[in-house]
T-cell receptor, first 115, second 115 residues
Framework: AQSVTQLGSHVSVSEGALVLLRCNYS??????LFWYVQYPNQGLQLLLK??????LVKGINGFEAEFKKSETSFHLTKPSAHMSDAAEYFC?????????????FGKGTLLTVNP | SAVISQKPSRDICQRGTSLTIQCQVD?????MFWYRQQPGQSLTLIAT?????????ESGFVIDKFPISRPNLTFSTLTVSNMSPEDSSIYLC????????????FGDGTRLSIL
């Protein structure tokens, strides 16, 4: 079984500061990893994904994440926060191979950006 | 990515009634999923909608409560039956071309309140 832990249900940063949202996973097989963002009254939008290859992946809106197998982590970062980044962020994992396409989500981290 | 339309976007219903939510995709997709997002919570997979056969339900969800149809590769419905206040949630449809390395893309969700 796979699981996802997002440390910090609420993260608050100042505009222009570094954003770091933490995600750790457990999986019995090599995972595929995803970050989604949910703005108020909207569905989920894919930010970035890791499947294979380069462990540092770049996504939309200046976000990036690094897959660290030894730490079972996939933390999301952005060098400089913008007010428009305020939203809920979800980390998700699926299992590679087979026919199991199920996504398991973390509990989410609400990002607040202060002026 | 696919454009996903969900209807209705929100509704307020009386307890004991049923509501059918529609999910329309602008292209044929292999996989369609239905999720529930309870207030302040993460997403929980209800079921995988299979074209031409019965949906595959996750533990804790049953067909009598959440009947699902998928008549073709671009459309699915989820019915929430005999609703109670505990069913107040956001219900989201997602699609994937298939393969656990492929991200799921989400509609904007249906915000459901039960009085």
């Amino acid at each position: 079984a796979q699981s996802v832990t997002q440390l910090g249900s609420h993260v608050s940063v100042s505009e222009g500061a570094l954003v770091l949202l933490r995600c750790n996973y457990s999986s019995s097989v090599p995972p595929y990893l995803f970050w989604y963002v949910q703005y108020p009254n909207q569905g989920l939008q894919l930010l970035l994904k890791y499947t294979t290859g380069a462990t540092l992946v770049k996504g939309i809106n200046g976000f990036e994440a690094e897959f660290k197998k030894s730490e079972t982590s996939f933390h999301l970062t952005k060098p400089s926060a913008h007010m428009s980044d305020a939203a809920e962020y979800f980390c998700a994992v699926s299992e590679s191979g087979g026919s199991n396409y199920k996504l398991t989500f973390g509990k989410g981290t609400l990002l607040t950006v202060n002026p | 990515s696919a454009v996903i339309s969900q209807k209705p976007s929100r509704d307020i219903c009386q307890r004991g009634t049923s509501l059918t939510i529609q999910c329309q995709v602008d292209s044929q997709v292999t996989m369609m999923f239905w999720y529930r997002q309870q207030p302040g919570q993460s997403l929980t997979l209800i079921a995988t909608a299979n074209q031409g056969s019965e949906a595959t339900y996750e533990s804790g969800f049953v067909i009598d409560k959440f009947p699902i149809s998928r008549p073709n590769l671009t459309f699915s419905t989820l019915t929430v039956s005999n609703m109670s206040p505990e069913d107040s949630s956001i219900y989201l449809c997602s699609v994937s071309p298939g393969g656990s390395n492929q991200p799921q893309h989400f509609g904007d969700g249906t915000r459901l309140s039960i009085l």
